[in-house]
Each structure stands twice: as structure tokens, then as C-alpha cells.
């Protein structure tokens, strides 16, 4: 329940700022502009292109989304508060985490009107537009993960979003390195690929081996944020 | 304090190893039965027990290069042969830009994008190509594009695996076509179908091979002999596969083994040339595009839009089989204002009552359902040779023909998935009024509310 409280806390953090609004309003117009420009230049009802711009949007939103999270806490002082409170450092982590994802989570809910969309005037394939979401819903999950690590590293915020952003451009790009190298060097670096792993997302393939590789990088930030917070408990 | 602080340190250190280590384990583990769901609906990425099967029982490996650039078809076909290397170690499967890596396209014969090659790893000259066409196709009822991939890979798997090498000769000895000056290209494609190709003189080899799966025989200007007629009747009769090509550009027809053959079938080389002043290439007469009747051998090519280029060609004249084993067919036609010219010497060819009246039949099969017993008749074997076989499909023409003699083709079945989306109608408002509302109503929207919000707090 603890951890409740700092989500509640967050989330009206977010919303009584107006961040939430811009960065969901950014996210929605561009992913709107795709999904208006694809839909109507092909006449196509699928969405699968759609998903892959939204989280390369979001890739350049989330770090922002993130950034302070943390980091501002250890700047104003509050996270002494916090720590030598008897909350628990796990609790603040996935309460600030969770927050950041419900805020990502919104601007999906929000553009489920584009499928509703092609529900009206087409009969599209639900199949890869359920998975295109799930897909697109644990990217966005992974890359808040990595952004409040970012954050815990530092407290000044700015730098914090660019160490985030900057992991983020490399699991991005560390895709390219797999037309580079042959054999099992391509394939460690296929299967560490963020990017990669999302095209069964695309195509309608809902892969447990997917799943399990975006939810084992969601744990893995989170738990090193633990870590790093706890450690500055000792120091 | 110090020490307190390398205790955690390390300890930190320490259980992010060991996380870390449980989450690779983790996803190793699952890597190595890949659980997944087809959620499409017309289950897109699943195999169909045929191909699950024959990839079960596979006990050879077998290498895949697949030469594509990067673009939808290359997504399509890798899409499917993740499926295949998913289920089967014994599949490798290498995606190769031929712009990028030419000496390995050149050293299979491959020619163009998008083609897909099947290698058995261990003997690499049992090899079958699938062309882009053969996997891309179009409905003829629906005009829908279709993608048959899983039905050819799975096919050019079994060959390649399964089948053993087959030979194909090249008869020599009567002045034929000859096959090193000027069949080296038609010859290495056939090596990269999978055909151990040699060339062969009955007389000296005293007969035909008992290993010969295919026979090729290319314009011969004298007669055979009467033993080298029995030996190749005797191949034929016990289910032999024979390629026969005679072209018109060495004059009149003066020998009349082909003939003495083929009257066994009631097939006939007419001794004509054929000039189409309708449907040639570059404005040559002399040179048909002929028209592709209802075949194996041509439905795939009529659907890629490959015509066949046939310069000096001769007619040929057959009556339908009586019997009921036997079955005769055409395959390549010229139109119907084509004629088949018999006076060799003059200048100015027309038509005249000596002449023969098209269309004209270019191209037939005999085949007995009895024996096994197959046999490609061209009237043309100049399509053959370096200087044509480059031009449109005819490189393919040839292939379909002798993959069609040697049984190569599909035979197993498994439905084509429909490539269609479904499409989205909309009138001129409706498309304005969705463009509005997805990107300046709803990000419109949420931004007022957050300066609302915003400026009601600030003046709290």
C-alpha cells in the first residue's frame, strides 16, 4: 500500500503540471499524423507501421517523461525524507515507475481510437493490431524502465535525460550492428535488439520468448534502480 | 564506515550479476522451444503440418541463400524461414544483398533479385532455385496477390534432400548444338536446378546410361544411327525423359530421325521456318513471341508477365493421342496470322497455298501416364544457346520444361495465403474529418486541458 501512495502522489505530480499533457498531446499528434497520412495515402486498414513510429516517438518522449523522477528528489533533498522514511526504496521506485507508465499507458487508451477508426469504414485484421499494442504497451515499459535508471544516476535532470535517451538510441541501433556481423556475434546482437524483437509484434505474432525478453529488461532497470537509491542510502 | 560501504558496494554488485544471470538464463531457456501465437487471421506465420513434417523428418542439413535487397519481399520470405530454422537446427538460412555480395550470386548463377536458393549442405550440386514468381503470384480468379512460399520452399527442401542428383545428357556426335561452344549457360543452369549435366555419344557409350534421368538432344544435323535410334526408343519406352529441340536456322530439314521418333506419337517437325508478323520480337518476323497455351510448364511465366523469344523456329504438327495413356499437348502457339514459310530460298517470305496456315504449334509434350515416359518437343533450339537464352523468360521457359520432364515441379499441396488487407473506403469529408480529428482534435484536446489545468493552479 505503500507503494500506492507515492504512485498517487506521482501521477498527480504529472497531471498537475503541465508535462503529462504536452508529452501525451506530442505523442498523439505524431502518431495521428502517421496513422491519417498511412491510412489515407494507402487505404490500407492495418496499423502495424503506425506502432513502429509511435515508439520511435516515444523512444525521444520517454527519457523526458522520466527524467525527473528521481533525480528530482535527490536535488530538492526530499529523497532523504523519502529514505529514511519507513517506506521502502522498492516501493518509491515502482510507485514513480508505475506512475510514468500510466501516463504512457493514457495516450495508448487515447489512440484507440485509430483502430476504432478502421472499424467503422473497413474490416480489419484485430489480430496484429492487438499484439501491434501489447508490443508497442512493453517498449514503452522497457524504455520507462531504462529512463528512471537514468534518473537515479544523477540529480541534475538534464543529464538524466540525455543518459537515458542515450541508452535508449543504443539498444535502437545496436540493431544495425546485425547486418554487420554473420553468425553468432548477429545473433546475440539480434536478440539483445529492442528493435528487433518488435517486428513478431507487428506482424500479429504474439511470442512468449518477446514477452519475456522486454518484461527480463523491465526487471532488470528497475532492480539496478533499487539498487543504485539503496546504495546512495549507505553512502 | 568504509568497509560498510564496500559491503554493500560489492553486495550491489553482486546481486545485479546474479539477476542479470537468471534473466539470460531465462530467456535462453525459452529460446530454445519458442512458444508463440499466430494471432492473424489467416494464420500468416504458421506452417502447415505438410512442411512440419517434412522438416521433422529432414536428415540432411540444408543451406539457404536467399538473394534479396532489403524490401517487402525480403520481409515476407524471412518472416517464413524463421519459421523454418524455428522448427528445424538442420535449416540455415543467409540473406544475401546480391549488390553487396555478387561473387556468391555469381557463383550459384543466380541473376536476379529475389530468388531464393536451396543448397543440400553436404553435396551443394544438389541445389533448386525458386524464382521470385514462383512465390509471388496473382489469383486469376480474384486478381488477389498470393504468396506461395511455404508450398515451393517446402518442395525445393524434399528435392534437394531427397531426390537423388539427377543426369542429364547431352547427346553429341551428329553435329548437334554444340555444348561447349554454345550451351555453357544453358548448361550451368541446369547444374544450379540441380542436374549433373554431361555430354554423351550413344555410339560410344554404347547406349544410354542406365543413370540418365533426363536426354537432351539439340538439332542434329545428321541422321542417327539405326542402333542409336533403337537405344533411344528403348530409353523412352522404359519411361525415359527427352528434351528435343529443332530450330529452322540451318535451312531446310534433311534428316529424319527426330521424326521417325516422334511419329510414334504422331508428332511431327514440320520442315518449315515460322514467320509472325503479329506477335515477334523487335519487329523480326522471324523471330515468334509465341503465346503460352495451359501448362505446367508456361502458367507460371504467362502470371509474371515472361515471354519466351523462339528466332527461327519450326512448326510442329501433331494429332491428339488415341490412347487413353498418352496425352499430347501444346504449350506454345504462334498467332494466328503466322505461317510457316517452306521455300527456304526466297528473298521476300509470304504466304502461299505450299505454305503452312497458323497459328502454329511451337512447342508440345508427350507424356504416358503408363510408363513415365516424357518428352518436351520444341521447335526451336537456338533459345538454347549464349546468344538467346539471356532474352525475356526464356532461361526460365527452359528450366519449367526440363524441371517438368524430370518431375521437379510442386507436388505437394499447401494453400497460398492472400497477401490482401483489407482496405479502408472512405468519401473525401470522412477522410478530412479523420485527419482532423486524429491530428489536431485529440492532441488539441489534451493540450487545453493541461493549460487549464496549468493556469487555474498558478492562479490558486
Request: aromatic letters at 12%; proline letters at 3%.
Amino acid at each position: 500500500m505503500k507503494m500506492l501512495t507515492i504512485y498517487k502522489r506521482e501521477l498527480k505530480s504529472y497531471f498537475l503540471s503541465p508535462l503529462a499533457y504536452v508529452l501525451v498531446g506530442f505523442l498523439l499528434l505524431i502518431s495521428g499524423y502517421f496513422f491519417a497520412t498511412f491510412v489515407l495515402s494507402t487505404q490500407y486498414a492495418l496499423m502495424s507501421p503506425v506502432f513502429g513510429n509511435m515508439v520511435f516517438v516515444f523512444m525521444f518522449v520517454s527519457p523526458i517523461l522520466t527524467m525527473r523522477l528521481i533525480s528530482e528528489e535527490m536535488k530538492n533533498g526530499t529523497d532523504q525524507l523519502l529514505m529514511t522514511s519507513p517506506l521502502r526504496i522498492t516501493d518509491m521506485v515502482l510507485g514513480k515507475y508505475f506512475a510514468a507508465l500510466t501516463v504512457y499507458t493514457l495516450s495508448l487508451v487515447i489512440s484507440l481510437i485509430y483502430p476504432l477508426y478502421l472499424k467503422i469504414y473497413s474490416t480489419p485484421d484485430f489480430g496484429p493490431i492487438l499484439t501491434g499494442y501489447i508490443g508497442t504497451f512493453l517498449m514503452g515499459a522497457a524504455f520507462i524502465a531504462i529512463g528512471i535508471f537514468a534518473s537515479s544516476l544523477t540529480e541534475n535532470q538534464l543529464i538524466a535525460g540525455v543518459i537515458g535517451f542515450s541508452i535508449l538510441l543504443l539498444f535502437w541501433i545496436v540493431s544495425w550492428l546485425g547486418d554487420v556481423f554473420q553468425g553468432t556475434a548477429k545473433n546475440i546482437v539480434d536478440n539483445i535488439s529492442l528493435l528487433q524483437r518488435f517486428t513478431n509484434f507487428q506482424n500479429g505474432v504474439l511470442s512468449l520468448n518477446d514477452v519475456v525478453f522486454y518484461l527480463s529488461v523491465i526487471i532488470f532497470f528497475v532492480f539496478v534502480t533499487i539498487m543504485v537509491v539503496d546504495k546512495r542510502r549507505w553512502s | 564506515m568504509n568497509k560498510l560501504r564496500l559491503k554493500y558496494g560489492s553486495n550491489m554488485v553482486l546481486s545485479i550479476v546474479i539477476l542479470l544471470g537468471i534473466l539470460i538464463f531465462g530467456n535462453l531457456v525459452l529460446a530454445q522451444k519458442p512458444v508463440k501465437w499466430d494471432l492473424t487471421k489467416s494464420k500468416q506465420y504458421t506452417l502447415s503440418d505438410k512442411t512440419k513434417q517434412v522438416l521433422k523428418n529432414l536428415k540432411t542439413d540444408v543451406t539457404v541463400y536467399a538473394f534479396f535487397q532489403n524490401d517487402s519481399a525480403k520481409t515476407q520470405v524471412q518472416n517464413l524461414l524463421d519459421e523454418y530454422t524455428a522448427l528445424s537446427k538442420r535449416i540455415k538460412v543467409q540473406f544475401i544483398d546480391p549488390d553487396k555480395n555478387p561473387s556468391l550470386a555469381q557463383k550459384y548463377g543466380i541473376t536476379d533479385y529475389d530468388t531464393t536458393l536451396f543448397l543440400n549442405s553436404k553435396d551443394d550440386s544438389k541445389r533448386q532455385i525458386v524464382n521470385s514468381y514462383d512465390i509471388f503470384t496473382q489469383s486469376q480468379e480474384t486478381g488477389q496477390n498470393i504468396f506461395s512460399g511455404e508450398q515451393q520452399f517446402t518442395q525445393a527442401i524434399i528435392n534437394v534432400t531427397e531426390v537423388n542428383k539427377i543426369n542429364a545428357y547431352i547427346i553429341q556426335g551428329h553435329n548437334e548444338v554444340n555444348s561447349t561452344d554454345s550451351l555453357t549457360t544453358f548448361k550451368s543452369a541446369l547444374q544450379g536446378e540441380g542436374y549433373s549435366v554431361n555430354d554423351l555419344n550413344i555410339g560410344q557409350a554404347g547406349g544410354i546410361p542406365k543413370d540418365a534421368g533426363l536426354i537432351i538432344i539439340a538439332n542434329p544435323k545428321s541422321d542417327y544411327t539405326q542402333q542409336e535410334m533403337n537405344a533411344i526408343m528403348d530409353y523412352l519406352k522404359k519411361g525415359g525423359k527427352a528434351f528435343i529441340m529443332m530450330g529452322a536456322e540451318n535451312g531446310p530439314l534433311t534428316e529424319k530421325s527426330i521424326n521417325d521418333i516422334l511419329s510414334n506419337w504422331n508428332v511431327k517437325i514440320d520442315n518449315d521456318i515460322v514467320v509472325d508478323p503479329s506477335r515477334n520480337y523487335f519487329m523480326d518476323a522471324l523471330s515468334p513471341v509465341p503465346e503460352y497455351g495451359y501448362h505446367d510448364i508456361t502458367d507460371k511465366l504467362e502470371s509474371a508477365n515472361l515471354a519466351t523469344v523462339a528466332p527461327s523456329s519450326r512448326s510442329i504438327t501433331y494429332k491428339a493421342s488415341s490412347s487413353s495413356n498418352i496425352s499430347i499437348q501444346s504449350f506454345l502457339t504462334t498467332s494466328d496470322k503466322a505461317w510457316g514459310e517452306t521455300n527456304f530460298n526466297s528473298k521476300q517470305a509470304s504466304y502461299d497455298k505450299n505454305d503452312i496456315k497458323g497459328p502454329l504449334t511451337l512447342g508440345v509434350t508427350i507424356s504416358d501416364s503408363k510408363t513415365g515416359m516424357k518428352i518436351v518437343v520444341l521447335g526451336n533450339d537456338l533459345m538454347a544457346t549464349d546468344r538467346v537464352i539471356g532474352l525475356e523468360g526464356n532461361r526460365d521457359l527452359l528450366m519449367n520444361s526440363a524441371n517438368w520432364l524430370t518431375n521437379k515441379t510442386v507436388q505437394i499441396s499447401i494453400s497460398p495465403k492472400s497477401l490482401d488487407y483489407a482496405t479502408v473506403f472512405m468519401t473525401g469529408k470522412q477522410a478530412d474529418y479523420m485527419f482532423i480529428v486524429t491530428v489536431i482534435v485529440i492532441p488539441l484536446v489534451i493540450w487545453i486541458i493541461g493549460g487549464y489545468v496549468f493556469f487555474r493552479r498558478r492562479a490558486l
